[in-house]
Nanobody, 119 residues
Framework: QVHLVESGGGSVQAGGSLRLSCAASVSMPAMGWFRQPPGKEREFVAR????????GYAASVNGRFTISRDSAKNTVYLQMNSLKPEDTAVYYC???????????????WGQGTQVTVSS
């Protein structure tokens, strides 16, 4: 069983920044971030391979969010800049065997952390 522990959520004004962290109990081939806005389905945000060199982003966050990985600590980060009210959501860390953008590509999930962006 792989455990993922997230931290770093909170409330911020539009234009601000937050950094999320996700510590995994073991190294996994792919790690990613998803989010679920209020009343909506969970959606892909960003992904990374073990090296941290290969990354992918949803169009809505590309250029504002950066995913990075500290392999020595089995930790992945999501730096979120220029936050917008529409970024408000519960953010989930995910880990699994497939470097994908679908929820079904990931096997393990964190508990979620709330990010609220006010205008």
């Amino acid at each position: 069983q792989v455990h993922l522990v997230e931290s770093g959520g909170g409330s911020v004004q539009a234009g601000g920044s937050l950094r999320l962290s996700c510590a995994a109990s073991v190294s996994m081939p792919a790690m990613g971030w998803f989010r679920q806005p209020p009343g909506k389905e969970r959606e892909f945000v960003a992904r990374t391979r073990p090296s941290g060199i290969s990354t992918g982003y949803a169009a809505s966050v590309n250029g504002r969010f950066t995913i990075s990985r500290d392999s020595a600590k089995n930790t992945v980060y999501l730096q979120m800049n220029s936050l917008k009210p529409e970024d408000t959501a519960v953010y989930y860390c995910a880990a699994g065997p497939l470097y994908g953008s679908k929820s079904s590509d990931y096997t393990y999930w964190g508990q979620g952390t709330q990010v609220t962006v006010s205008s």
